[in-house]
């Protein structure tokens, strides 16, 4: 069965100090992956996609890395800001129009 | 710049009644999709349209039917309302990649908060 897995699900940290978060699946044939942003009583946000062919992507302050062998992902945030608390969903493309969800690891960063 | 707009936002329901959930995009997506979010389980594809005039099952469709009206809108119906389709739904729409859409990032709407009594 084809499976995403994030951990841990919450995460707290103090203002400035880079993170990863994690994401796993269980099925390395994948098509892509995609990191979004979820704040409280809205919609997602996409943050990053990395195909099958790519080894990482970078915007701004965020770098997400695919290692499709061993079925992990990860999404670093650099000297974090309040303004990053949210919840962080990972979301694997196994086939063709299928996308499997992570169930989200919640940040937030203290002041 | 709406992008995915969803409505209403909030709907309370019997079991048994039968409603309409609606979304529209306004980017001139091939795709749509209609997601299910509960707590601990992640996003939950239910129906999704690759394109226009067309309609294919997710991983939940049980309970539901969907109309792709034209490019812009696609529509969610639950038929008889039950407790266990108390959710948060959202609806999502992407481009249409070289690969059968296999490289396009999905875009969501703000989602509908549907509890079933």
């Known amino acids: 069965k084809q499976e995403v897995t994030q951990i841990p699900a919450a995460l707290s940290v103090p203002e400035g100090e880079n993170l990863v978060l994690n994401c796993s699946f269980t099925?390395?044939?994948?098509?892509?992956l995609q990191w979004f942003r979820q704040d409280p009583g809205k919609g997602l946000t996409s943050l990053l996609l990395?195909?099958?062919?790519?080894r990482e992507q970078t915007s701004g302050r965020l770098n997400a890395s695919l290692d499709k062998s061993s079925g992990r992902s990860t999404l670093y945030i650099a000297a974090s800001q309040p303004g990053d608390s949210a919840t962080y969903l990972c979301?694997?493309?196994?086939?063709?129009?299928?996308?499997?969800f992570g169930t989200g690891t919640r940040l937030t960063v203290i002041p | 710049n709406a992008g995915v707009t969803q409505t209403p936002k909030f709907q309370v329901l019997k079991t048994g009644q039968s409603m309409t959930l609606q979304c529209a995009q306004d980017?001139?997506?091939?795709?749509m999709y209609w997601y299910r979010q509960d707590p601990g389980m992640g996003l939950r594809l239910i129906y999704y349209?690759?394109?226009?005039?067309?309609?294919d099952k997710g991983e939940v469709p049980n309970g539901y039917n969907v109309s792709r009206l034209n490019k812009r809108e696609f529509s969610l119906r639950l038929e008889s309302a039950a407790p266990s389709q108390t959710s948060v739904y959202f609806c999502?729409?992407?481009?249409?990649?070289?690969?059968?859409?296999?490289?396009?990032?999905?875009?969501f709407g703000d989602g509908t908060r549907l509890s079933i009594l």
């Open positions: 980017m001139n997506h091939n795709s």
């Open positions: 099925d390395s044939a994948i098509y892509n």
């Open positions: 349209s690759a394109s226009e005039g067309t309609t």
């Open positions: 990395i195909q099958s062919s790519q």
């Open positions: 979301a694997v493309k196994f086939g063709a129009n299928n996308l499997f």
């Open positions: 999502a729409s992407s481009e249409l990649g070289r690969r059968y859409n296999s490289n396009q990032p999905q875009h």
